[in-house]
Structure formats: structure tokens, C-alpha cells
Nanobody, 119 residues
Framework: QVQLVESGGGLVQTGGSLRLSCAAS????????MGWFRQAPGKEREFVAA????????DYANSVKGRFTISRDNAKNTVNLQMNSLKPEDTAVYYC????????????WGQGTQVTVSS
């Protein structure tokens, strides 16, 4: 069973940056598209960014396009999310997962990492 562990969250001011990391254990995820999602209090989990298995193709939610960058290191079984120009509306718990054809998570969700952006 794959275990996903997200890290790198924290408290930053508006305009600041954070780099999130997701480490997968239990099996390699190198053949999967991977994605980041987020869930704000009282809201549904939403898609943030995706990257294909090779890292050659990425996709972003309109709300983060131009500010966030997803990357992966298949040798380390990790996926990262560089977040720049952060806004208060980016405040949420961030999760990673492998993606199926519907852009839904494949494996059990991890604990996530909290990102809080102060105004």
C-alpha cells in the first residue's frame, strides 16, 4: 500500500513563498501522473496542479496558474509544489496523490500539510 506524506507547509505573509514536498513510500509512483489538491475550511477538496509521469506535461487550476509550479523527482519518489506570490485565499491543507483518468486520487490520502497565508 502506498503511503503519502506531505511536508513544507507553514505560516507566511501575503506575497511570500513556500515549497511543499510529497514523499511516497510502499511502491514507486513513477508511472503515475501526480497531483496536488487543497481543502480550505468548510470547502470541498479542489484540484491545484498535476504533472504527468515523466514531468514533461503540467496542468494548473486557473487560480494558481503563473504562481505555482509542480515538479517531480522519480528517482526519489517525490513530488514538489513551489508556491510563489501567495494570497490569503491559498490558505488550506494541501494534499498530494497519484491521479486516475478522472483526476481523482488513486491512493489513500495522507495527512496533508497546512498552509496559512496572512494578510
Amino acid at each position: 500500500q502506498v503511503q503519502l506524506v506531505e511536508s513544507g507547509g507553514g505560516l507566511v505573509q501575503t506575497g511570500g513563498s513556500l515549497r511543499l514536498s510529497c514523499a511516497a513510500s510502499g511502491r514507486t509512483v513513477s508511472s503515475y501522473a501526480m497531483g496536488w489538491f487543497r481543502q480550505a475550511p468548510g470547502k470541498e477538496r479542489e484540484f491545484v496542479a498535476a504533472i504527468n509521469w515523466s514531468g514533461g506535461s503540467t496542468d494548473y487550476a486557473n487560480s494558481v496558474k503563473g504562481r505555482f509550479t509542480i515538479s517531480r523527482d522519480n528517482a526519489k519518489n517525490t513530488v514538489n509544489l513551489q508556491m510563489n506570490s501567495l494570497k490569503p485565499e491559498d490558505t488550506a491543507v494541501y494534499y498530494c496523490n497519484a491521479l486516475n483518468s478522472l483526476n481523482n486520487g488513486v491512493f489513500p490520502w495522507g495527512q496533508g500539510t497546512q498552509v496559512t497565508v496572512s494578510s
